[in-house]
């Protein structure tokens, strides 16, 4: 069997072919097009058994990899981390693209439980829809500082309650302010109404769209305590199919709840884990957070974990990974219950 490793950029891609010991068997470099992956394919043809690899780079790969997957090929992702140490073990020092594509395919080869690419599907709308939902949202933040900042400076007195500007009454409030004011700041000030006004448009429409795709795609992940529409969209888009995780446990150390073990001789401790997926962290922290607020079962969790001599900051810490372990399970309901609903749906059409 032979492995083929690609490197990608933005013009071309990289592929070096390397047996099953690995050693380099081919390298050739083709432009980053449709043509060139399918010009890919036809080199690559020579080795009937053939696999081929890409590290996770989807903003770069992801048209590589929807193509070879359209033309029956087997591609595998291999996660960056794994990338450092295998160049630096290498003999040939250095970093180019046949360097790097070939460290590629011997980490695929070394390593037996690599995620299996395929073709996007719902998953991947909902987090194109959450993402721009975030860059609004961040937008429009950066616009109602600057207009407070300007309200300030024309009437000190005038008073809007945190997060007040994402109500549009709010903002019919501060238009009428400044119809009453002259000059630039006014003018300026009015302009940013005018935006804020867009923005919670579009973000509104954001969230109603994303509704009934979370309602469809995860049931169960909505069932668990605290977990609203924007935190289930985050986690199914980060997750991008939960059936590519063994267990909980590697779920957990993909989204950073799990911690990492640091043993000296006999003594078995853990540090916290700064890396893995922020994103599904951050919605995790906030499920624990609209928990201990009283809703669901984490504040009485938190304060055993206390009573038992934990830090609060620790107690959160665990609370998060058990709401790791809630998430997937409530995942895998709803991906095998899609399974079930394909398989009855085929039956009957049979």
């Not at 050739?28 to 097009?33: C, D, L, V």
């Not at 630039?184 to 867009?198: G, M, N, P, Y």
């Not at 109603?208 to 995860?218: A, E, F, S, T, Y």
């Not at 055993?304 to 810490?317: D, H, P």
Request: net charge positive; glycine share 6%; proline share 4%.
């Amino acid at each position: 069997m032979v492995m083929v490793g690609i490197d990608a950029h933005k013009e071309t891609f990289t592929a070096v072919a390397v047996d099953e010991v690995g050693r380099r068997v081919a390298e050739r470099t083709f432009k980053s097009t449709s043509d060139g992956c399918y010009e890919l394919v036809r080199w690559a043809s020579r080795w009937p058994e053939r696999r081929f690899a890409v590290e996770d780079c989807r903003h770069l790969t992801r048209r590589l990899e929807s193509d070879l997957l359209t033309a029956g090929e087997t591609l595998v992702r291999v996660y960056p981390r794994l990338m450092a140490g295998e160049r630096r073990g290498d003999r040939e020092r250095g970093k180019s693209d046949p360097i790097d594509a070939l460290a590629v395919a011997r980490v695929a080869l070394r390593e037996p439980d690599l995620p299996v690419a395929r073709l996007d599907g719902p998953a991947r709308e909902l987090r194109l829809l959450a993402d721009h939902r975030e860059t609004l949202v961040r937008e429009r933040t950066r616009l109602q500082n600057r207009l407070r900042w300007h309200l300030h400076e024309l009437d000190p007195e005038f008073h809007i309650r945190r997060r007040g500007l994402r109500a549009m009454s709010q903002l019919d409030r501060v238009a009428a302010l400044l119809a009453t004011m002259d000059g630039l700041v006014a003018e300026l000030a009015s302009d940013l109404v005018e935006r804020c006004r867009e923005l919670n448009r579009k973000i509104n429409d954001l969230e109603r769209r994303l509704r009934p795709l979370v309602r469809q795609l995860g049931p169960s992940l909505l069932s668990i305590p605290g977990c609203g529409i924007l935190s289930a969209a985050k986690i199914l888009g980060e997750t991008a199919g939960v059936d590519r995780f063994p267990t909980p446990a590697a779920f957990a150390r993909f989204n950073g709840t799990a911690p990492i073990p640091v043993w000296s001789s006999n003594t078995e401790r853990f540090r916290l884990n700064r890396g893995g997926n922020r994103q599904i962290n951050h919605a995790l922290h906030m499920i624990a957070v609209t928990q201990l607020r009283g809703v669901g079962p984490g504040k009485a969790y938190v304060e055993k974990r206390i009573a038992s001599g934990n830090t609060r900051t620790e107690a959160v810490r665990l609370l998060r990974r058990r709401l790791s372990d809630a998430v997937f399970a409530a995942m895998r309901t709803d991906h095998n219950r899609s399974i079930e609903t394909v398989n009855t749906s085929i039956g009957q059409a049979a």
